[in-house]
């Protein structure tokens, strides 16, 4: 079967989102509201929602409580180039499976709508433990970009992880 004819079959996925972030809270954080609306606009349910530090261990406590109920991960925000930006190194090293073909269409994307900083973003996304996991960047324009890749392929995604497992 083609990649057509997996887009014909629809999956509503739990999908949850951590924003990662120095300056951001609950009440401030316009990505992460942009990011929930994507979800549910998309016909898929929002399964947790945090924001944490820019700090590994808050991170990854916050992914792998999420991965818990969740079929997919929204991270965003921590993964540029600054001392600050820790996301990528903390997540992608515990990726069973990096697609870093999501990456490179984002910042070609961002290339067409920013020019050349798009450079300077180091998104990604990756399988941990059957789950679907995406870093983002944190700016509001970034997570829109993001999101009109994610959600052409999450469900295609989601299906190529469990076809084999006969839960389809």
């Not at 929930?36 to 792998?64: M, P, Q």
């Not at 969740?70 to 925000?77: E, F, R």
Request: proline share 2%.
């Amino acid at each position: 079967m083609g990649h057509k004819e997996h887009k014909k079959h629809r999956y509503s996925l739990n999908v949850g989102v951590i924003t990662v972030s120095s300056t951001r809270d609950r009440e401030n954080d316009v990505s992460g509201a942009i990011l929930k609306d994507k979800i549910t606009g998309h016909g898929h349910s929002v399964c947790g929602y945090e924001v944490v530090k820019d700090d590994k261990l808050e991170i990854l406590s916050a992914l792998f409580n999420m991965l818990k109920s969740c079929d997919a991960v929204i991270v965003n925000g921590g993964t540029g180039i600054s001392r600050k930006d820790v996301t990528y190194d903390s997540v992608v090293s515990v990726f069973d499976k990096e697609l870093v073909g999501f990456g490179e269409l984002f910042r070609l994307k961002s290339y067409e709508e920013i020019g050349t900083p798009a450079m300077m973003s180091r998104a990604t996304a990756g399988v941990v433990a059957g789950k679907i996991v995406f870093l983002t960047p944190g700016s509001p324009g970034a997570v829109c970009t993001a999101s009109e890749l994610i959600f052409a392929e999450i469900e295609h995604m989601w299906y190529e992880l469990h076809k084999e497992k006969g839960t389809i």
